[in-house]
């Protein structure tokens, strides 16, 4: 396994490290919440930050499929960071009620205050939250919804 350090993050910083990044941000409930990190079932897969993760019955994480299921949990820190890249584990937010803001969504639905949220693999490559159908598990509800964002509460086990 080799590691590298991105040029755009060494001095001269490449980036504005004051634009806010949405891909998550925990907007109340971090101070209570359940951080825990699981190994990568692959080494090669790519959990970014925002995205959920899936615990197998190995208790490593996985990508979401298309099927939804209720052992599906926020990725706070994920493959995008240095440190998860180097230890190959991810952090979860685990069976923990908080308030989420994040542009990792399925942009293609349409979301209403209350709707019910799942999360799924639709084919982009990233687990992301989208509109619950039927009988599929219940993991956050919407507080807000914006044109670049989601805001929503995650729900234990609902």
Known sequence: MSVGISDIRTVPVGEDL???DL???VVRGLEQAKRADYPL???STV???GEWAVLNASSQAVRASSTPVGQTYPVFSGTDRFDARATGNV???LASNVVIKSSVFDDTATYAVGSYLTVKDLGG???KVTL???SEPRLARVLEVASTYLV???LQGV
């Open 18 to 20: 004051t634009a806010e």
């Open 23 to 25: 891909r998550l941000q």
């Open 41 to 43: 079932a692959d080494l």
């Open 47 to 49: 959990l970014l930050t």
């Open 91 to 93: 952090t979860l937010l």
């Open 125 to 127: 490559g990233e687990s």
């Open 132 to 134: 619950r159908s039927g």
């Open 152 to 154: 929503y509460e995650t």
